[in-house]
């Protein structure tokens, strides 16, 4: 056999091994992350715009811990540290965990400055044709707040696709682990390495799309606010 | 009696922008507020409404006494179901057509059903000639165009009385007319009103009184024929110089 026909085997026997668990861990990680993450951020963002007191210095404070520390240093207190203080989970929830608020931190300040590019006389609008703050809120201004976040909440997703190999060092088996594993028992990290990246490429393409298709769809409707 | 304001006090930092301003306001006055940019007006209306918080003062409404500086949520809520505000800038909601735009409020402020509350957002449009319009959204209108849907969202809860400020002042010249054309058919339909504008011709011909504001005080307070024949105060006079008549 040639080196070609030996790499063009080692393609096509380890595709299926690094795609399967994307499918069953890299993508569902993503997604469930990315939906928690999501939520967090939207209560996150509300408490600090309604100036609610107590719960906005918290917000702050979650912000800033999760902006400002390695997630991968997340990752191993979670997985590694808290076990000795008597928490032990599992590797995939620890992985959720961390990927959800991780991403709930930067999502939050993504919809923070949405909700504040909304011109304020909508708010004031809305009080004076008689509906309360809350209604306000979520039937006009968070609309157009999600158009303008929109963008940046689409990068924030695939730059979570990307960052679950973390989870690799953690033990948890999803793409790169498994092109990791393959790579060191057949002695050829060049090419499962870039086949594992052609992967996270293919994914993080299909998004860009749909996130094109999206904005489109969104445009629509009029303008963004701001 | 409609409206009592007794002794309104607002300051913004250091700046005191309204002194002490008492006005009473019956059912079916159409007053205009008039006075240079910084006299206090639109503070003055936005302090009625709750939009600014007053330091000091209170009000008697539709036969209900209000703190202007501590009045509780829920009344504030009440008070906003029985008026209607006119920006400015319009303010339409963004991303509503002009229909929903009348329609909000009545649903999720006043609890309406939505067969009925697009009944009355129809009505409205019609009245204010944007009925053709209902699809659209705020930016494919004109500005006055925008402006004539929001007095009909102003319009829409059926309120007691309705604040405009500066309805026209946003507006390019060949638009005012359309929207001061819709104001005035409100006010001879009886609707209570409280106006600020820079609009003399309004002044002088649609309202029942005019009152002059200068430096956070009310400094003459009289029905436009005297008002604009016969000033009494310097600063009317002054006022009415500058603004050409």
Same mark, same amino acid.
């Given at each position: 056999?040639? *080196?070609?026909? !030996? ?52 917000? *702050? ?5 999760? !902006? ?43 919809? *923070? ?71 060191? !028992? ?25 996130? !094109? ?14 | ?56 003062? /209170?009000?008697?409404? /539709? ?71 209902? /699809? ?110």
């Amino acid at each position: 056999m040639t *080196r070609a026909e !030996r790499v063009w085997q080692l393609l096509t026997t380890s595709f299926s091994q690094i795609l399967i668990p994307g499918l069953e861990v890299t993508i569902p990680l993503t997604v469930i992350s990315f939906v928690f993450g999501l939520i967090i951020a939207l209560l996150t963002a509300l408490v600090q715009v309604a100036h609610i007191k107590g719960l906005r210095s918290l917000a *702050r404070f979650y912000v800033w811990i999760f !902006r400002g520390t390695p997630m991968l240093v997340q990752l191993y207190i979670v997985f590694y540290g808290l076990p000795k203080m008597g928490l032990i989970l599992d590797a995939i929830p620890s992985a959720l965990i961390v990927f959800s608020l991780n991403t709930g931190a930067y999502a939050s300040e993504t919809m *923070r400055a949405a909700i504040e590019a909304v011109p304020k006389g909508q708010m004031e609008a809305g009080l004076c044709a008689g509906m309360s703050y809350t209604d306000v809120m979520f039937r006009l201004i968070l609309p157009q707040a999600l158009r303008t976040a929109f963008p940046p909440l689409s990068n924030t997703l695939i730059g979570l696709v990307k960052d679950t190999s973390l989870a690799a060092n953690i033990t948890v088996t999803e793409m790169f682990l498994a092109a990791q594993r393959i790579a060191a !028992r057949t002695y050829e990290p060049f090419v499962l390495y870039c086949e594992v990246g052609v992967l996270y490429l293919l994914i993080c393409t299909v998004l860009t799309r749909l996130q !094109r298709i999206c904005e489109k769809k969104l445009e629509r409707r009029g303008p963004r606010a701001a | 009696m409609l409206l009592e304001i007794n002794h309104i006090q607002k300051s913004f930092d250091n700046l005191a922008v309204l002194k002490d301003v008492s006005l009473k306001v019956n059912s079916g006055d159409v007053i205009t507020i008039l006075g240079r940019s910084g006299s206090g007006k639109t503070t003055l209306l936005r302090c009625l409404n709750f939009l600014e918080r007053a330091d000091k003062g /209170d009000m008697l409404f /539709d036969g209900t006494h209000y703190d202007l500086h501590a009045a509780p949520k829920s009344q504030i809520a009440a008070l906003r179901k029985k008026t209607g505000f006119v920006f400015q800038d319009y303010n339409l909601f963004i991303n509503k057509t002009a229909l929903k735009n009348v329609t909000e409020g009545l649903i999720a402020g006043h609890g309406m059903k939505r067969a009925e509350a697009e009944d009355i957002g129809m009505e409205m449009l019609r009245r204010v000639g944007m009925a053709e319009k209902r /699809d659209s959204y705020p930016h494919e209108l004109s500005g006055g165009q925008q402006q004539r849907v929001a007095i009909a969202r102003a319009m829409a809860a059926n309120p007691r009385i309705i604040f405009f400020d500066e309805p026209t002042s946003a507006l390019d010249p060949q638009l005012v007319g359309e929207v001061l054309a819709v104001m005035r058919s409100l006010a001879e339909g009886g609707m209570t009103m409280m106006v600020v504008t820079h609009e003399m011709n309004f002044a002088r011909n649609v309202s029942t009184r005019t009152v002059l504001m200068h430096e956070g005080e009310i400094a003459e307070e009289a029905p436009p024929s005297e008002f604009f024949t016969h000033p009494r105060s310097e600063a009317a006079r002054r006022f009415l110089s500058l603004e050409g008549k």
